[in-house]
């Protein structure tokens, strides 16, 4: 069965699709200001979010949906600047397992309290994109 859509879903498609390129926009000044890239700053979110012994080169590929191979030049470089460390998994010595530097700890919490602030303040709009797209 198809719905129709009406003129009030498109305009409300068209403004959630516009706010999410605004909060990208956002983020990716924010970072490029700490001299991360977009996708740096993503994997150091990926890897502090993880649970223990679960950040490794795989999950920031399938979370940043990334080829391996990009993924693991991704962190290869991540971790000539510093901002990572590999140590062998205890579970697996095929695998490495990743972390943050202090360094990159520091630059994490700043750009994350950030975010959420900018997420704090986005949330009525949001909602009420939300809300205009559940309406019939």
């Not at 956002?26 to 700490?34: D, I």
Request: charged share 25%.
């Amino acid at each position: 069965m198809r719905s129709e859509l009406t003129d009030a879903d498109y305009a409300a498609l068209a403004d959630f699709r516009f706010s999410l390129r605004s909060f990208q926009a956002f983020s990716e000044g924010k970072a490029a200001a700490c001299g991360l890239t977009p996708q740096q700053h993503q994997a150091l979110l990926v890897i502090r979010a993880a649970p223990p012994g679960a950040a490794t080169v795989g999950r920031v590929a399938e979370r940043l949906i990334l080829k391996p191979h990009s993924a693991t030049g991704l962190i290869d470089r991540m971790e000539a600047l510093g901002l990572v460390q590999r140590q062998p998994s205890t579970l697996d010595k095929r695998r490495s397992v990743l972390s943050l530097t202090p360094e990159a700890h520091r630059t994490l919490e700043t750009l994350s309290a950030t975010h959420r602030e900018e997420i704090r303040r986005l949330r009525p709009m949001l909602v009420d994109l939300m809300q205009r797209l559940e309406t019939p």
